[in-house]
């Protein structure tokens, strides 16, 4: 989360600011971390004491096994808002509730890559017909606002997965970021700043600190980093 939010603070203090008071804990952290008055370890605790005292089962503390997923959706809590089809003739609009959160567990054999299996989410088979002019409904569903964070659980599917750099459910995708955790228990992660930087941290090794690899995303296998498998992605922009 410090790499995303150490792209734009001021931005991400204020997205933030709708989502977990977890999050808006942990942000003021990453304040005190960037002019040296924390380290990560410290900021980390203040909020896991708080995520445990009112998720006990979910969070113990300790070492243990918490999902990375379960403390993602703990942490960012916004929702897609619903979202319309268009007819292309008269642009009447039909509302569609589909129904989503930011976070997205793909499942084995629903989509080839990010970009098919966001696509088929948010477009419809056999639209219904629009009464006026009676052809059948542009298929994409609109959406009124763009979410800032989106995560995917891929944890459950092979290295044929297609890991894209970037969605089309963000809007703007220059600024995209993208994050890669790899791995199950032990997590190290990759990010691919809006500079087409990449990023490596693994919490056990380098002494905590993010180091810059030398690698552009062209050349690089998005599913696999030391031999573990991509298992949660985070795009934010
Ligand atoms: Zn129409």
Request: charged share 15%; proline share 5%; glycine share 6%.
């Amino acid at each position: 989360m410090f790499g995303i939010w150490f792209e734009r603070p001021k931005y991400w203090n204020k997205v933030f600011r709708s989502h977990s008071l977890y999050i808006h804990k942990l942000v003021k952290g990453f304040q005190d971390v960037r002019i040296c008055r924390l380290n990560f370890n410290n900021v980390r605790d203040s909020v896991r004491g708080i995520i445990h005292a009112n998720n006990p089962n979910l969070f113990p503390l300790g070492p243990n096994f918490a999902s990375v997923n379960d403390l993602l959706r703990t942490l960012l809590v916004e929702q897609i808002p619903a979202g319309w089809l268009m007819c292309p003739i008269c642009h009447t609009r039909l509302a569609i509730d589909h129904g989503n959160s930011i976070h997205f567990d793909i499942l084995p054999g629903t989509g080839r890559s990010t970009v098919e299996w966001v696509n088929s989410l948010f477009s419809i088979d056999n639209p219904p017909v629009c009464q006026e002019c009676n052809v059948a409904f542009d298929e994409p569903i609109h959406l009124s606002k763009i979410p800032h964070i989106v995560t995917f659980d891929i944890s459950s599917l092979s290295s044929r997965f297609i890991i894209s750099t970037k969605i089309k459910l963000l809007k703007n995708t220059r600024n995209t970021i993208l994050k890669i955790y790899f791995g199950n228990n032990h997590f190290v992660m990759r990010m691919f700043d809006c500079n087409g930087n990449v990023w490596f941290h693994d919490g056990q090794g380098n002494s905590g600190i993010i180091i810059k690899e030398c690698y552009t995303i062209d050349n690089m296998n998005l599913n696999k980093c030391q031999g573990k498998l991509a298992s949660i992605l985070i795009y934010g922009h």
